[in-house]
């Protein structure tokens, strides 16, 4: 089978592999609808998860089942599935413990395109078929399925690790396609004042449309600023960080009011360490949290997203600013996400079955 690779850091190309081979829980699917990430782009130009030499890439897919292990029960050759981007092995000590996307080692529940080739090929292998898959709605979009896999539940899980509460004030720091889902997020959690940072104005557009009330532009002042002029110097409740670098660690603190709590799903790239300013952290007593996660991935969270969808009360296929078709082209999807232009929030690449 043809699939698009990294095949060092910073090189990409086509190559050919053998079919994965389908184990008694396991499933192999080919995609109908796949998405590149920004973390694809943080894999082969940032050589985020180190060197890996041909590996296919992609982690955001539709997919339908071509062949099931004989222990799966839930799934079939021909079911339209929902696949998650991390694949969580569920029998483990870790997901007994609440944190499957670390079953087998920190952030190993993200096993495509990261310990084994991804979606972007014409097949693909998904452990624990019966956890990982989800059936796919009747009546739901291509695109708004290909956001469950990875936008949805990541920029959903910033919310959940910042515990927004109703009537909280919420700072979104990034609404790129992940921070925009965590605007909705917030917005269905009863968040009051939601200030959203970024600065393209399609993204604004589009986060005001999802509950932010405020767009607080980093490009026209320090954030720390204009957050604390919006709440008369006291600071928000909750943040979310899904865009941003280091220092936006340091500003988060600085616009937090005591008791609150931080949640990133941000990949950090970049140093050894991370700053948190000590007299705006309470000097070590201010009760600021700060949690940052990897998205926990699995079966029953596509299908509580899908229902999000199915029932109206989200709709991430307004995420998708661009649209390609036919598996050739995750290669020129993969390089608008590099080169991200200002119009773009996400790709996403339709195959034909
Ligand atoms: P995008 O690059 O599309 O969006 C990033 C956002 O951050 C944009 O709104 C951008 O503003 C904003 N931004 C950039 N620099 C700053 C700054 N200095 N201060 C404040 N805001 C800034 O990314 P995605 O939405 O695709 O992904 C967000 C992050 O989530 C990535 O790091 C990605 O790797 C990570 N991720 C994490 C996952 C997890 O499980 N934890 C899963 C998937 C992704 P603008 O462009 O408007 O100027
Ligand atoms: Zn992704």
């Not at 413990?97 to 991804?118: I, T, V």
Request: with cysteine; aromatic share 6%.
């Amino acid at each position: 089978m043809k699939g698009f690779a990294m095949l060092t850091i910073g090189q990409t190309g086509w190559i050919t592999k053998d079919m994965p081979k389908c184990g008694p829980n396991d499933a192999i699917c080919k995609p109908i609808a796949l998405a590149p990430c920004t973390s694809d782009v943080h894999t082969v130009w940032a050589g985020a998860i180190g060197d890996r030499h041909n590996m296919i890439l992609g982690h955001e897919a539709v997919g339908e089942v071509v062949e099931v292990g004989n222990l799966v029960k839930d799934f079939k050759p021909g079911d339209k599935v929902l696949v998650s981007a991390i694949t969580p092995d569920w029998n483990s000590l870790e997901a007994q413990e609440g944190y499957a996307m670390h079953s087998g080692g920190m952030l190993s529940g993200w096993k495509f395109s990261n310990f084994k080739d991804g979606v972007f090929a014409e097949y693909f292998h998904v452990n624990d078929a019966d956890g990982n898959l989800a059936h796919l709605p009747e009546g739901m979009s291509l695109e708004a399925a290909c956001m469950v896999s990875d936008m949805v539940p990541t920029g959903f899980h910033g919310v959940e690790l910042a515990d927004v509460q109703f009537g909280d004030n919420v700072v979104v720091i990034g609404i790129g396609p992940v921070g925009l889902m965590a605007v909705a997020a917030a917005a269905i959690r009863g968040a009051a004042n939601i200030y959203a940072v970024g600065s393209r104005k399609n993204c604004a557009d589009l986060a005001r449309e999802f509950g932010a009330t405020d767009i607080i532009n980093y490009k026209e002042g320090d954030i720390v600023e204009q957050v604390l002029d919006k709440t008369h110097g006291k600071g928000v409740d909750r943040i979310v960080v899904a865009g941003g670098d280091n220092d936006t660690f340091d500003q988060a603190v600085r616009m937090l009011k005591p008791g609150g709590k931080i949640g990133n799903v941000n990949y950090l790239g970049e140093g050894d360490y991370l700053k948190v300013p000590r007299i705006e952290w309470g000097c070590g007593m201010g009760h600021k949290q700060i949690v940052g996660g990897l998205m926990p991935g699995g079966r029953l969270r596509s299908e509580k997203l899908a229902r999000l969808v199915m029932t109206h009360r989200i709709h991430p296929e307004k995420l998708i600013t661009h649209t390609f078709h036919g598996l050739e082209n995750v290669e020129p999807a993969l390089m608008l996400m590099k080169d991200k232009p200002r119009d773009l929030i996400k790709p996403i690449v339709l195959i034909q079955g």
